[in-house]
């Protein structure tokens, strides 16, 4: 298991790492974690001339709870998130998803801005930020600094928002009012990548009416989508387990072409899908799982 | 002298663990030499497809590579074929070459290899060989295989059809005509993919003045190895020294002899002294080490009024690959002389067909051939009871021999050694609770809710095994050297590769010379320090082996007698007692330490004695041994996902005479998980074209600690009287009993649907799929 050779640099400074990300083009690849990027090179799925290691930007590796927006760098590993108290407080969908990732080796080293990055479609990171309506922050050529909304970051199978010399560097996540959060996630066997993952966010008050909804879905579709008919069959309702069945039946109305493959057809993942979304937000809605 | 609680039966945690999980364990990659040259093998990536061209010189002549090799350099320098080791009655054995040649037959092949400075260079030099290949069309389905217009793989066989095998006994044509009920099943054994967690890896090193060999390979049979590979690279057998360092879990994949064994060795004889090494990926390990199951067949049940089995027939298709791996055809005999399980009828027939295929090759897999048969007679249990509206447990209780039955004589000829299998099936029963637990399943059902109980009775082969029924000879050698200070050295044939040996071994001695566990050290896996022995799998260590360590104390003590009588002041060795770890005559004792050191010194012997103090003993079993049990699971089918969730686990397990319950706890641990997977995840799939499709780990699940229950375990204890210790061994039975357990558990579950068989894997889609399909009833 040898990658192709490769030149790799670490620098200090993300002005360094954009400006060798531009000059070295499509041969370049950007390396966080290297949960993802390892494996295809060792495998020569892929053989970038280029490897920019983030590792040694300072600043990248945070989580700042306290404000609203929550900030999270893009190198906070997904254990950090997993373990972050402050998060369990503020935005607790994202430690519940942080620790449904790979295994806790992989939490170490992994990273949420290199998993939303990378936009495999059976990721977890973007079905929770599409529930939470995120905005994805990137840094370009020249000291430019875009925010792209997570609902059009993902653009296809291992395909993004980002633009080529551009890296994501922050995840910005306006606090949860008042109501629940739930992640669902069925695993494929084998790689614990999601054969179909629901993230939940609900706001409600004691009447139990629903103010904001917001389901991400990954593992079905050729990227993460958010189910925005099921959202809109719940705002303004009462979150009860009739509403959330019916709501659930929409969750994946507009995918006409779902994944398939040994582990799981077409046809069973937007079946789990439906399933799970119902189970998310009972969950969210602060009831059992199952009806 | 204070005599304390002897070793044996205690729960003793495995002495070989501290070095293994703090990373100071030597495999195979972790050993170091100068000079080290590095290997790559070029492999096919066609399942079937002829060689018009193989163009090896821009590789030759890249940076760092040294050498480049094809089968045009093994046919010059006459290296031999990969053996067949069970090569049965009439079976058509085709030529294996270590390199393809003229030919690939399963993806994966080996075609050539490359020699270079560093793993990079040798890795990167295989893009610069050129090949042509004519594709042919693959044969997969081992079924279609047999059929006429198929594609033939080996032209030279003129067939895929290998071999068929059968036996038999009594009259099945009319216990099937007078039979009042019979039952029919098609099994499918799927493919699996053995997976240690070590891959294979080989380090060869020859030096040529000396003409000695040494190959380090991970293996579960290094003097196996030695000898064959002598053959194949033709060195006398006395100049080749093989070692199997620590070894990172087999499960039988390793009870082989493979083409990269065969190909180090050569290369390493070309470019001596230099070592050259070879580490298995993970892809190479699970297109290229031996798979196992494997078999289709259909079994079929004749049954009386009473529910006594008159007759069984089964008549199986195994898929051997492409080519016949050391053991593979031996395997589905197994499945064949233990197709009766742990039950008495009048009549079997078993006619077992092997064919190739344009796939790896299958071989011996963690039980081999003894799940494939206990799951199908344990299947066709089920549906007996289903059949017939009877309780699962009686069905089975009804058709077992009684305790005083044994010696037991099967249907298929063998002879059970001990065993009371009712007694394991009514403790199984008592401590899950059977009566509560189906009045549980009943109201729970009655909710809505998909419990299922499964019930798994078994009764399997050990400890292989008498010499004239094993390919290779089925005794085992153990040495036992008593250094001058009182130590103990055992040099055992035996290659234990996770069983715990060292462990369990010197709980044998430490107990029999009154020594300190502490003392004893336990030596294997070097065919240069340890005599020849045949090594590890079928769970003979302890009953065969560990026997011929009892053999190697006992001359030991006889040895050391007449000097203790000499030293005691006693008349003869007769008048001389061992015990607690002291010689006792005339009132006076002699510690051990104290004799082995006198033994050595030797200033003061009597006539006759050689000073030192060891001796050598091999023990060749009369018969295998015969472990059975009863397992019982419970799941919970999720009937909006066909997810299956495990609520018990429980297994009751006879393995005769127990030397370390804990160890005893952890193969059947082990081996439970193992059936997990086989039940419910795993599967080797190969596509049309004969493309490993799951050819990663990402894409093959084997089953990891979140997806396993707490498991219940519990033993009757039933010894043996093949050996003289009472032992039967342990090694498969987990996988053995559990792999029905858990399918009929989830069967069971799925009753409200009219389901009465699926083969495995259970995955949750199928499950769900069958529940759509059925509807509720």
Redesign the interface.
Known sequence: ??P??FEYAAPQTLEEVLSLLQSAGAGAKALSGGQSLL?VLK?RLAAPEQLVDLGKVPGLRRIDAEKDPIAIGAMATHAMIEDSAALRAACPLLPEVAACIGDRQVRNRGTIGGSLANADPAADWPAAVLALDAELVAAGPRSAIKSIPARDFFQGMMKTALEPGWLLVEIRIRRPGKGGSAYQK?R????GFAIAGVAAMLEYGPDRVCKRAGIGITGVAQNAFRAVAAEKALVGALLDEKRIGAASQLATEKVDDPLSD????GK?RL??AR?HCARALRRAAGLSANP | MNAREPYVGRRIKRTEDPRLIRGLGQYVDDLRFADLHHVSILRSPHAHAKLTSLEVSKARSANGVIAVVTVDDLDRAAVGDVPCGAVLAGMKKPAHRPLARGKVRFAGEPLAAVVASSPGAARDALDLIAVEYDPLPSVVDPETALKPGTPVIHEELETNRAFDWSVSSGDVGAAFKSAARVVSQRIVHQRLIPCSIEPRGVVAQYFPGARQLTLYTSTQIPHLVRTMLAGAIGLPENHVRVVAPEVGGAFGSKLNFYAEEILLAFLAMRLGPRPVKWIETRTENFAGTIHGRGQVGTIEAALSSDCRILGVRYRSIQDLGAYPQLLGPAIPTLTGLMAAGCYKMDSILVEVTGVYTNQMSTDAYRGAGRPEATYQIERMMDIVAKEMGMDPAEVRRRNMPGPEEFPFKTATGLTYDSGDYRRALDRALGLVGIEKLREQQRSLRDQGRLIGIGIASYAEICALGPSAAVPAGGWESATVRVEPSGKVTILTGASPHGQGEETTFAQLAADFFGIALDDVAIKHGDTSEVQYGIGTFGSRNMAVGGTALLRAMERVVAKAKPLAAHLLGAPSADAVTFSEGAFRAAGKSISFAELAAAAHRAASIPEGFEPGLSATASFEPKNFTFPFGTHICVVEVDRETGDVSFLRYLAVDDCGKVINPMLVDGQVHGGIAQAIGQALYEEAIYDEAGQLVTGELMDYPIPKAHQCPRFETDRTETPSDVNPLGVKGVGEAGTIGATPAIVNAVIDALEPFGVTHVDMPLRPEKIWRLMQKEGTS
């Open positions: 298991m040898i192709s050779p494996p495998l069925v494929q066997s084998a790689s040994i582990h799981a057809s069973y079946h789990l399933v």
